[in-house]
């Protein structure tokens, strides 16, 4: 399996069950319904281990731009992941959320005509701020991803039990989501809203509505600063 392929089939795995544990969370008629905040921070953090244990003895397992990009930034090269393997790593997220978004709807086909809230809808594809205030949000999806990038290099410091990594990784995610979240989300990750948001405008979804294209660009250029900034400092520091 070659990275692209690793990177898309992560990406996938990552977005069918952290967009999925969403949509039970927020769709009508699901048996998790109405579940809460806890659920939703939980499910991702397992979908990041489990993504992560599928494809990282391959390509890494980055899964998400902000990491290729803060990897690339800081030097931190690989037998797999060289200059010229960054716009490859890239396309797969982008490619693999898409088609994990596809999945989430599939799965929930039943329950988005049942589902009267486009906002609900929405956001089981994508991010939305609890508080719409650009400044703010975007300041959110930076500390969030500056978080996780010092976090992520921080645990490459140290030594693990072989096959315990995955799981501090997710462990990490769900921190950032229950301490950092509650105010966009936690996006984190460009290739998981915006390939979910491209996927969300293109389904043939009952009653949807918009894609909100104009928060968009927040979790894109938030976590890509945020990412390369947390790489950076932490690099300075140890």
């Known amino acids: 399996m070659n990275t692209f392929f690793a990177e898309l089939v992560g990406t996938a795995l990552l977005i069918l069950l952290g967009n999925g544990v969403v949509g039970g969370v927020v769709l009508r008629g699901t048996k998790n319904e109405n579940s809460g905040w806890m659920v939703i921070t939980l499910g991702w953090g397992l979908a990041v281990t489990f993504a992560v244990y599928t494809v990282g003895s391959i390509s890494g397992a980055h899964l998400n731009p902000a990491v290729t990009l803060a990897l690339a930034a800081t030097g931190q090269w690989s037998e797999t992941f060289t200059p010229a393997a960054i716009p490859i790593y890239i396309a797969g997220q982008m490619l693999g ?13 039943p329950h988005w005509a049942g589902t009267e809230d486009q906002g609900a809808k929405l956001a089981v ?3 939305a701020p609890a508080i719409r205030h650009t400044s703010s949000n975007l300041f959110s999806e930076f500390m969030g991803t500056f978080v996780l990038l010092f976090g992520l290099c921080a645990l490459g410091a140290n030594k693990f039990a072989e096959g315990l990594n995955p799981l501090v990784v997710g462990g990490l995610v769900l921190s950032i989501g229950l301490s950092l979240g509650g105010t966009t989300g936690y996006a984190i990750n460009p290739a998981r809203d915006l390939g979910p948001r491209i996927a969300h405008s293109l389904l ?3 009653g949807k509505g918009g894609s909100d294209w104009g928060y968009s660009w927040i979790p894109v250029v938030g976590p890509i600063i945020g990412g390369v900034c947390g790489a950076m400092v932490y690099k300075s520091i140890f």
């Open 125 to 127: 594809f994508c991010n």
């Open 204 to 206: 043939p979804i009952p």
């Open 97 to 109: 959320a898409m088609l994990g978004a596809a999945l989430v709807y599939l799965h929930y086909l």
